[in-house]
């Protein structure tokens, strides 16, 4: 049976599935749920795409998952306990998320994308750009991995960002990995 304790512990996402049942989310001022009574069970190492036009509810889905959302209705299972008696921190902690919109701030391309990781040694965070597909273009900025973005500094293409927001991802080495349309700005290559 589900466990509701004021204070759960955090369910570790390498071994706990994650379970909506029934949830609904509904928005104010809009006359149908973004999601509506919605079941699903996604288990640990299982990969999932969620495809749909415009408004079919794909982001919200990631916003319940992510926490920045609540169900309206419904109840959000991890490994048996209500995702509601859990920490929000620790539960987000455990998810990299590369956003619709990425984001970098100011500083170098080496910080932004060790803030999926801080402390990360510079192996490792070349490492992740590499997996992300986003070394070469680095490496080709006027000062590399050191080269600094932000105002009066390098301004990249959407689809860079996004690259760098995907190796920041990767270098968090979190055990669940959520993308939000993550790849819609990069070439077919």
């Given at each position: 049976?589900?466990?509701a304790?004021?204070r759960a512990?955090v369910p570790d996402?390498?071994s706990?599935?994650?379970?909506?049942?029934?949830?609904?989310?509904?928005?104010?001022?809009?006359?149908?749920?973004?999601l509506?009574?919605?079941?699903?069970?996604?288990?640990?190492?299982?990969?999932v795409v969620?495809?749909?036009?415009s408004?079919?509810?794909?982001?919200?889905l990631?916003?319940?998952l992510l926490r920045?959302?609540?169900?309206?209705?419904?109840?959000?299972?991890?490994?048996?306990?209500?995702?509601?008696?859990?920490?929000?921190?620790?539960w987000r902690?455990?998810?990299a998320?590369?956003?619709?919109?990425?984001?970098?701030?100011?500083g170098?391309?080496a910080?932004?994308?060790?803030?999926?990781?801080?402390g990360?040694?510079?192996?490792?965070?070349?490492?992740?750009?590499?997996?992300?597909?986003a070394?070469?273009?680095?490496?080709?900025?006027?000062?590399?991995?050191d080269?600094?973005?932000?105002?009066?500094?390098v301004?990249?293409?959407?689809?860079?960002?996004?690259?760098l927001?995907l190796?920041?991802?990767v270098?968090?080495?979190a055990?669940?990995?959520?993308?939000?349309?993550?790849?819609?700005n990069?070439?077919?290559?």
């Amino acid at each position: 049976p589900p466990q509701a304790s004021p204070r759960a512990l955090v369910p570790d996402l390498r071994s706990a599935a994650v379970r909506l049942d029934g949830v609904t989310v509904a928005y104010p001022g809009r006359d149908l749920p973004a999601l509506a009574r919605l079941s699903l069970t996604i288990s640990p190492g299982e990969l999932v795409v969620l495809t749909g036009p415009s408004g079919a509810g794909k982001t919200t889905l990631l916003r319940l998952l992510l926490r920045f959302t609540e169900p309206a209705s419904g109840t959000i299972y991890a490994a048996g306990t209500d995702l509601a008696a859990v920490p929000v921190d620790p539960w987000r902690a455990q998810i990299a998320w590369v956003p619709q919109h990425p984001r970098l701030f100011g500083g170098s391309v080496a910080g932004n994308i060790a803030l999926g990781r801080p402390g990360a040694s510079r192996a490792a965070i070349e490492d992740a750009a590499r997996l992300a597909g986003a070394a070469a273009f680095v490496e080709s900025l006027p000062r590399g991995y050191d080269t600094l973005l932000g105002e009066r500094a390098v301004v990249l293409s959407g689809g860079q960002k996004q690259r760098l927001c995907l190796a920041r991802a990767v270098l968090a080495g979190a055990p669940v990995l959520v993308l939000d349309e993550a790849t819609s700005n990069l070439d077919p290559e």
